[in-house]
């Protein structure tokens, strides 16, 4: 494996999204090195496609930790027959009117507009029929909810069930690759996770020593990060720069319900 000499230090960024806090070390170059180092092969179209989706479902992902709880539920919204949209573009109008219908019902109760998160699939050619997933908040009534949507006959509600790595497993599902068509929307109110960048939190010794031998990482992030716990772990090398990137997955100890006690109101 070669290793690239240019000079380089690494920085620390850190993602928290609700009880999830994620550690990112990357290197970084000066200009002035940078421009030393030449790519012989810029990336393909493919290779830039794959990272903008992966950087999508990353942000997808932590925008739902960041927002939703177990005090939250999750919809899978279906149709009718004779409620069938014939286009993607007809279908999301269908849920941004049951969206309409909840924030009333919400507004009656005293309750700003809802937070939520859907997906919608649809591919009338491979016979995929047209579906949505829903992440909404749960300040109401689940059964409430089910009725105002009446374009379909199974609607299927359930509450969130966050485990250690909090609603990952879930979001990582919707945004699972598609068979067919594929896009996902949310309300403009939600909040984005929190981004700290430091560049002198673990010295290029530290890095090397965590590439040399695994087994450190956790405890250099345990002794970095006291009020976390340790969950995984991942090493990347990068064969364009010929460096290492370490990713670290980690939890909040004892962290109380981010979004606050919410009480469900029954209309």
């Given at each position: 494996?070669?290793?690239n000499?240019i000079d380089?230090h690494?920085?620390?960024?850190?993602?928290?999204?609700?009880?999830?806090f994620?550690?990112?070390l990357?290197?970084?170059?000066?200009?002035k090195?940078i421009?030393?180092?030449?790519?012989?092969?810029?990336?393909?179209?493919?290779?830039?496609?794959n990272?903008?989706?992966?950087?999508?479902r990353k942000?997808?992902?932590?925008?739902?930790?960041?927002?939703?709880?177990?005090n939250d539920?999750v919809?899978?919204l279906?149709?009718?027959?004779?409620?069938?949209?014939?286009?993607?573009?007809?279908?999301?109008?269908?849920?941004?009117?049951?969206?309409?219908?909840?924030?009333?019902?919400r507004?009656?109760?005293g309750?700003?507009n809802s937070?939520?998160?859907?997906?919608?699939e649809?591919?009338?050619?491979?016979?995929?029929?047209?579906?949505h997933?829903?992440?909404?908040?749960?300040t109401i009534?689940?059964?409430?909810?089910?009725?105002?949507?009446?374009?379909?006959t199974?609607t299927?509600?359930?509450?969130?069930?966050?485990?250690?790595?909090?609603?990952?497993?879930?979001?990582?599902?919707?945004a699972?690759?598609p068979k067919g068509?594929?896009?996902?929307?949310?309300?403009k109110n939600?909040k984005k996770p929190?981004e700290r960048?430091?560049?002198?939190?673990?010295?290029?010794?530290?890095?090397?020593?965590?590439?040399?031998?695994?087994t450190?990482?956790?405890?250099?992030?345990l002794e970095?990060f006291k009020?976390?716990?340790?969950?995984?772990y991942?090493?990347?090398?990068?064969k364009?720069n010929r460096?290492?990137?370490i990713?670290?997955?980690?939890?909040?100890?004892?962290k109380?319900?981010?979004s606050?006690?919410?009480?469900?109101l029954?209309?």
């Open positions: 494996m070669k290793f000499k380089h690494y920085v620390s960024k850190t993602i928290q999204s609700g009880n999830q994620e550690v990112e990357y290197p970084v170059f000066s200009k090195e421009n030393k180092y030449r790519i012989k092969k810029k990336p393909s179209k493919a290779y830039k496609k990272l903008n989706e992966k950087n999508a942000y997808f992902i932590r925008l739902i930790n960041n927002n939703f709880d177990e539920y919809m899978h279906t149709y009718s027959n004779e409620n069938l949209p014939d286009s993607i573009e007809e279908a999301e109008k269908n849920v941004s009117n049951f969206i309409r219908k909840i924030n009333y019902r507004k009656k109760l309750l700003e937070k939520y998160v859907y997906v919608t649809f591919d009338k050619d491979k016979k995929i029929r047209v579906h997933h829903m992440i909404v908040e749960g009534d689940r059964l409430l909810l089910k009725k105002l949507w009446t374009l379909g199974r299927k509600i359930e509450e969130l069930e966050p485990d250690e790595y909090g609603l990952t497993g879930l979001a990582n599902y919707l699972k690759d068509k594929k896009r996902w929307k949310s309300s939600l929190l960048k430091a560049f002198t939190r673990f010295s290029k010794r530290k890095i090397s020593r965590m590439i040399e031998d695994p450190l990482i956790s405890k250099f992030m970095s009020s976390k716990d340790f969950l995984d991942e090493i990347r090398y990068n364009v460096l290492f990137y990713y670290v997955r980690m939890k909040i100890k004892d109380m319900n981010f606050g006690q919410k009480r469900r029954n209309d």
